[in-house]
């Protein structure tokens, strides 16, 4: 294999009692597979994600890396490994590799598609006044970091007008603790002539209270870009279905 993947697909069989589905000499799939794909593609197109199950939309997803192939027991598997259909897409590529049935071609296909969602959210922050935007920074902030494995730490940099500049990711760590120096969040800030920031973590176990680390952290941080006029918009925590603000909770 050269680089980080191949491309190839995944040896037979792929899944525990079940061949391949190949059949004729040009390798057609049969009909009741072909009107599945159908079926579902169909509906999609009426009625968009939110008319199918997470197992159903991996499936979509599948059809393109599979081609050849019923996807139906492998979209199953990756849901009972990962919980669902946004923490298939999240998984680490060694992860979702080690699972029967996932190649190089599923995993890459499902981390674009995780990195399409992540840029689209991205859009309709950047570039803009991010404080009266806030539901859209929130959507973006849930799908960039809701999901991870591991904790990580971004920094939203804002211009005197309130929109956003940058948005970085400062540090990972583990599953329950990032390192974050004040020092070189103000340093950043300078760099990049900014006026404001928000901090923005995750939580993998998914509470998204804040720990006694992070609320001393958050003020050593706050006391830090104070000292340079730099503002101190919010800190937030993302949970796996909810968020907290330091702001909204009278932390800042």
């Known amino acids: 294999m050269s680089g ?5 697909e995944p040896p037979l069989p792929l899944f525990e009692g079940q061949e391949l589905i190949l059949t004729g000499s040009k390798g057609t799939l049969p009909s009741y597979i072909k009107d599945h794909r159908k079926r579902l593609r169909d509906r999609f197109l009426t009625g968009g994600a939110t008319a199918m199950p997470d197992y159903e939309l991996l499936e979509l997803v599948l059809f393109r890396s599979l081609p050849r192939c019923d996807v139906k027991p492998l979209a199953r598997k990756l849901l009972e490994e990962f919980g669902d259909f946004n923490r298939v897409l999240s998984a680490p590529v060694e992860r979702l590799c080690a699972v029967r049935g996932v190649g190089d071609a599923v995993a890459v296909d499902l981390k674009v598609v995780e990195a399409s969602a992540h840029r689209l959210a991205r859009s309709r ?25 591991i904790e990580q730490f ?32 103000v340093k950043r800030a300078l760099e990049l002539n900014a006026s404001a920031l928000i901090l923005v973590h995750n ?17 050593k941080i706050g006391d830090a870009a104070n000292a340079l006029s730099i503002t101190l918009h919010d800190h937030l925590i993302i949970g796996k279905s909810a968020e907290f603000s330091f702001q909204s909770e009278g932390l800042l």
């Open 154 to 185: 971004r920094i939203l940099f804002l211009d005197r007008k309130n929109v956003l500049i940058a948005d970085e990711e400062q540090a990972r760590g583990t599953v329950d603790h990032v390192p974050v120096y004040p020092r070189e969040v």
């Open 125 to 149: 922050i950047l570039q803009q006044h991010v404080i009266s935007s806030w539901d859209a920074l929130l959507d973006y902030c849930r799908t960039a970091m809701a999901h991870h494995e």
């Open 4 to 8: 980080p993947f191949s491309f190839e």
């Open 203 to 219: 939580h993998p176990s998914g509470d998204p209270t804040p720990s006694e680390s992070d609320i001393a952290m958050t003020e």
